[in-house]
């Protein structure tokens, strides 16, 4: 199971980390990653890890500015986000998947204001 939090509403330039908690089952081996939907535009992929969790690849929207990062003793992954622009505002999710990403869990929403 992933549950994603620490969504909210800041303004253009702040800084705010997205938690992901994996309970449940051990997701060793497996990609993991945050994406994000904003209204009326597909889900697009953000920042993730490798299956084996030594690379990390991110959109290049977010390059820079993002910073994906993991807690293997508490089974989190934290999505760091900084110099946050409106266009970021989306609901964002965590998945992880061994091939492709089929593990979803609820998103949570940030707004970032002009």
Same mark, same amino acid.
Request: proline share 2%; with cysteine; hydrophobic share 30%.
């Given at each position: 199971?992933?549950?994603? $939090? *620490? *969504?909210?509403?800041?303004?253009?330039?702040? $800084?705010?980390?997205?938690?992901?908690?994996?309970?449940?089952?051990?997701?060793?081996?497996?990609?993991?990653?945050?994406?994000?939907?904003?209204?009326?535009?597909?889900?697009?992929?953000?920042?993730?890890? $490798?299956?084996? *969790?030594?690379?990390? &690849?991110? /959109?290049? &929207?977010?390059? =820079?500015?993002?910073?994906?990062?993991?807690?293997?003793?508490?089974?989190?992954?934290?999505?760091?986000?900084?110099?946050?622009?409106?266009?970021?505002?989306?609901?964002?999710?965590?998945? /992880?998947?061994?091939?492709?990403?089929? &593990?979803?869990?609820? =998103?949570?929403?940030?707004?970032?204001?002009?």
């Amino acid at each position: 199971q992933l549950q994603a $939090s *620490g *969504g909210g509403l800041v303004q253009a330039g702040d $800084s705010l980390r997205l938690s992901c908690a994996v309970s449940g089952r051990t997701y060793s081996n497996y990609k993991i990653g945050w994406f994000r939907q904003a209204p009326g535009k597909e889900r697009e992929f953000v920042a993730g890890f $490798s299956r084996r *969790g030594d690379t990390t &690849s991110y /959109a290049d &929207s977010v390059k =820079g500015r993002f910073s994906i990062s993991r807690d293997n003793i508490n089974n989190t992954v934290y999505l760091q986000m900084n110099s946050l622009k409106p266009e970021d505002t989306a609901v964002y999710y965590c998945a /992880a998947g061994y091939t492709t990403y089929d &593990s979803w869990g609820q =998103g949570t929403q940030l707004t970032v204001s002009s």
